[in-house]
């Protein structure tokens, strides 16, 4: 089985795997990255986004065959005041309900505000394509709106 060295979190991994292992199962069950979630294994929800190159990428789709180059950010290598932003404006938003999706939608919210800082609604309806089973859409573009607005030096009325 051949070797794969990753830049994961900002550190160097050396992981055993097949080539088509998709990125998600060797975060989680070589590098015991849990933060990164499976849902559907197809693209579609979005609870295995991580950043690839500073983009929002899901994991389930990108084989570690391609991974080698890449410098990949999970959910527990991602400390700075973007994320946060995003977490506490999920919390004043009341955002989560079960929470599954949370990881990936943070994760998504994140990069869409660090390349636009003020995004319409629009922009965040096409950015954040991730499925939450709840259906918290609407708190979920609120909650977007809120960290934008928390990095920008700006305030959003509460709910």
Do not use: F
């Not at 070797?3 to 991994?13: A, C, H, I, K």
């Not at 065959?65 to 700075?80: F, K, P, R, V």
């Not at 943070?106 to 869409?112: D, E, G, H, R």
Request: proline share 3%.
């Amino acid at each position: 089985m051949p070797r794969y060295t990753l830049s994961v979190n900002g550190r160097r991994e050396t992981v055993t795997a097949d080539a088509d292992t998709p990125l998600l199962w060797v975060l989680r069950d070589h590098l015991n990255l849990t933060g990164t979630k499976y849902g559907c294994g197809a693209g579609q929800c979005g609870a295995c986004t991580v950043h690839v190159n500073g983009n929002a990428t899901r994991s389930c789709q990108l084989p570690v065959s391609s991974a080698s180059t890449l410098s990949i950010t999970t959910l527990e290598g991602q400390a700075d005041r973007t994320l946060e932003a995003c977490r506490t404006a999920w919390l004043e938003e009341d955002v989560a309900q079960c929470g599954y999706c949370q990881a990936g939608m943070l994760m998504t919210a994140s990069a869409l505000l660090r390349t636009t800082p003020s995004p319409t609604d629009a922009q965040i309806d096409a950015a954040m394509t991730n499925i939450c089973r709840c259906g918290s859409y609407l708190r979920i573009r609120l909650a977007v709106h809120r960290a934008a607005a928390s990095l920008n030096g700006t305030t959003r009325n509460a709910k």
